[in-house]
């Protein structure tokens, strides 16, 4: 798998990691991809006896791979052992088509700025057609400390 | 640029970026913007941005930790529109 480093230094973990693959990086764009478990918990009651992925999840994917995958490699040489934290700050997503169990999605994100530990990208995620799921703004605060 | 005509562009700015619960009456030049104008860390980003366009000047990190309330940004305008 390529680009482990930056999943390594993800701070998730099952079942609220939403993170396979990061496949490109640069300073300006971001490409990774994730499979949605057949068996992730939240499809037993979203929605009773049909199975869809939740909105708040594919956003959080989105977020996930296109915020924080990418924050942590604009960063890489700032930070040592010290892990990365992002605060959700922002996120404006319009969806265009449902995911069901077992689908794997590709999510690409673009950065508009990064600075003043801001960092602001447009997000799109895509399914196996290339149709688009979702797209729209995701911004976060970097802070390197423990958020309490 | 006198400070009340840096103030007259910087308002409409940071009014934009107020929350719901506070009232553009509450915008004076002694407002802290985060602690009384209760306007987050990201939004206060977004203001910078904003008068780093609108004042064609650029904000170091620096710059951030001096921005407090509203004077202290009119007085970081007035320093870099005149360098």
Do not use: W
Not at chain 1, 55 to 84: H, N, P, R, W
Not at chain 1, 119 to 138: F, P, Q, R, Y
Not at chain 2, 16 to 28: F, G, H, M, Q, R
């Amino acid at each position: 798998m390529k680009y482990q480093y930056i999943i390594n230094q993800l701070p998730y973990s099952e079942p609220f990691l939403f993170v396979d693959e990061v496949l490109s990086v640069s300073e300006d764009n971001i490409l990774g991809t994730y499979t949605f478990k057949k068996d992730l918990i939240f499809y037993e009651g979203h929605f009773k006896d049909n199975p869809v992925t939740p909105g708040v999840i594919l956003t959080e994917c989105m977020a996930q791979i296109g915020l924080v995958c990418l924050g942590i490699f604009l960063l890489k040489d700032e930070t040592s052992s010290e892990k990365i934290n992002l605060a959700l700050s922002s996120t404006e997503i319009d969806f265009y088509c449902p995911v069901f169990p077992g689908e794997k999605v590709k999510v690409v994100s673009i950065k508009e700025y990064f600075r003043f530990n801001k960092l602001k990208c447009k997000v799109k995620m895509l399914n196996a057609k290339d149709e688009i799921i979702a797209k729209g703004t995701i911004s976060g605060m970097i802070v390197n400390r423990d958020l309490k | 640029m006198t400070s009340e005509e840096i103030y007259s562009k910087l308002e409409p700015i940071i009014k934009t970026y107020l929350p719901e619960d506070v009232s553009a009456k509450e915008v004076n030049r002694k407002s802290d913007l985060t602690r009384e104008l209760n306007i987050n860390s990201a939004h206060l980003v977004d203001i910078v941005l904003d008068i780093e366009d609108v004042f064609n000047i650029e904000f170091k990190n620096e710059d951030m930790e001096r921005l407090r309330n509203v004077n202290d940004a009119i007085s970081l305008i007035q320093q870099k529109t005149s360098a």
